[in-house]
């Protein structure tokens, strides 16, 4: 852990850098919260008391230096749902138990962090986690294109991501004109700002010109009248006040319990990995190639979350669009997280006028922009092109969560996982009784055997071997006895490989020319041919 002198050297050596970031982050932050939070069907401006907490509290226990804590869009399904689930209908109810909810998983949080089980992220398989993302970008997107053309959020109410997928062709057809040219104009903004030409303008967060001319269409379509209340088209923001709004009672109601406890169980599970799989990548393009302690940037997320819960704001996550425009600004420290929050408080101190001026279809554009981004074309032919066995478990994982709900699909995914690799000729006993024998055959230099298969599923036991590895030590990772090699594991090397040779260390891996692999692509799955599979069941 970092000392305050550290936290506070790094804020007299970067101040000026992290000042700057933070404010050009807590623009991109302020609509977004805003639209999350009302999506996640929570008071809007409790979005922003998320990210002020998650800035101003978090910032000092973060294990990492440069992510930022927030909303995210990831986590309004598990939200939503919970409010709905709770509150039978009525939000202000089921916002106060899902506030229980949020309380709890941030406790579950913290223990975890402590119990250093952040490496448990590694074992779920990649294609089942994108195609978990995929599926919520799908499930907000069908939600959000109502919105954006006027249609009054009573038609969808109860209604599944099937239900209102079928509904996209009667909502177009009987849209409010007002409202939809706000939506079109701002996804238009949204989707057309990065070919913009102009330097300067690139500069700008699209995501706040959506909100000044949305703000600005809104009082030229004066839609204040009475004629659209039923529409509901201006945000509604709620009190930023600091009351106490948790409501724990569902835990002494025998009917809503598994209720509660099914979406305990999504916050901490989705919650938790989204935000160790933010940590790691932000780790890789962080400029001073730091190494984020992710264990300890759990725990700090989940101190997060139950003083946001508590204070009626939803549940953070290490946010990876906003962390990734952080670097990108020229963040060093997590100063800039914590100047992210003080800029966020102050617009909502001196804005909330203005915010209550704000168009609801220029937040649904804003997240329509967000779910594309999140189940974009180029995600589905990325996958593709690492494998058609990825592809398929990235569609079965998708179809299933739409179908079901994000637990139900994440494991179908990893079920279809499981068979996949049994129909390449991985036995179970394989992946149960797979070896990895680590031996040092000089001084400084490591040989790492891996012996039957090496898949998502075993990975963690593979990690425990090279974490025994000393930094600046040569490493050779030998294949030629593992039958088949997961995109996963490959994966997960890769990443280990760019954290191993940055400190000093040389790894090469050995045996992978005699695999077959099973796309083009460089991290694809590798299996042995089969005699050579049949060549290893005979000598074992």
């Not at 002494?252 to 169980?265: C, R």
């Not at 101190?303 to 670097?327: K, Y």
Request: charged share 15%; glycine share 8%.
């Amino acid at each position: 852990m970092k000392s305050k002198n550290n936290i506070f050297d790094s804020l007299q050596a970067h101040w000026a850098k992290d000042l700057l970031s933070g404010f050009l982050v807590s623009l991109i932050a302020l609509p977004l919260c805003l639209g999350i939070a009302g999506a996640s069907n929570f008071p809007p401006i409790m979005g922003v008391m998320t990210a002020v907490v998650g800035g101003i509290v978090v910032a000092f226990f973060a294990g990492s230096e440069l992510t930022i804590k927030g909303p995210a869009a990831g986590l309004i399904v598990i939200v939503a749902g919970a409010v709905e689930e709770l509150g039978k209908g009525d939000n202000e109810v089921g916002w106060k138990l899902a506030l229980g909810v949020v309380v709890v998983a941030g406790l579950i949080q913290i223990v975890l962090g402590l119990l250093k089980v952040a490496k448990l992220a590694d074992f779920f398989p990649l294609s089942a986690v994108h195609g978990m993302l995929a599926a919520i970008g799908i499930i907000i997107m069908s939600k959000q294109l109502h919105l954006a053309v006027g249609i009054a959020p009573a038609e969808m109410k109860g209604k599944e991501p099937l239900e209102l997928l079928e509904m996209v062709p009667h909502s177009l057809m009987h849209m409010e004109y007002h409202i939809a040219i706000i939506g079109g104009i701002s996804l238009l903004i949204l989707f057309g700002w990065p070919y913009l030409q102009i330097k300067a303008l690139k500069k700008v967060p699209p995501a706040l010109v959506v909100l000044i001319v949305g703000v600005l269409l809104g009082q030229y379509f004066h839609l204040t009248e009475p004629s659209y209340k039923n529409l509901k088209p201006l945000v509604s923001p709620g009190d930023f006040s600091i009351n106490l709004n948790a409501d724990f009672s569902v835990l002494t109601n025998s009917e809503l319990l598994p209720v509660f406890l099914k979406y305990l169980l999504m916050f901490v599970l989705i919650g938790s990995l989204e935000s160790l799989l933010t940590g790691r990548a932000i780790d890789l393009i962080d400029p001073e190639k730091r190494k984020s302690d992710l264990s300890r940037d759990l725990t700090a997320v989940g101190i997060g979350n139950t003083i946001s819960g508590l204070l009626g704001g939803l549940p953070m996550i290490s946010e990876v669009a906003r962390s990734s425009a952080n670097i990108n600004n020229g963040a060093k420290s997590r100063w800039a997280n914590f100047f992210h929050g003080i800029f966020l408080l102050l617009f909502v101190v001196m804005l909330v006028p203005v915010i209550k001026m704000v168009p609801v279809a220029s937040l649904a554009a804003m997240l329509i922009f967000v779910g594309f981004r999140l189940a974009s074309p180029k995600e589905f032919a990325h996958v593709y092109h690492i494998g058609k066995e990825q592809l398929t478990i990235f569609l079965i994982t998708i179809i299933a969560t739409i179908a079901t709900d994000l637990l139900v699909g994440i494991a179908a995914g990893i079920l279809t996982k499981f068979i996949i690799q049994l129909a390449f000729g991985v036995q179970i006993k394989d992946i149960i009784q797979s070896r990895f024998e680590l031996t040092e055959q000089e001084l400084g230099v490591y040989h790492l055997s891996v012996k039957n298969a090496a898949v998502f599923a075993n990975y963690l036991k593979l990690k425990a071997q090279l974490a025994k590895v000393p930094q600046g030590s040569s490493l050779i990772i030998d294949f030629s006895k593992a039958a088949y090699v997961d995109h996963t594991v490959a994966d997960n090397l890769n990443n280990f490989r760019r954290e191993f040779e940055a400190a000093g260390g040389v790894l090469s891996l050995k045996g992978l020319d005699l695999h077959e692999s099973l796309s083009e692509h460089p991290l694809a799955a590798r299996r042995l041919p089969k005699h050579l599979r049949k060549t290893l069941v005979e000598m074992a």
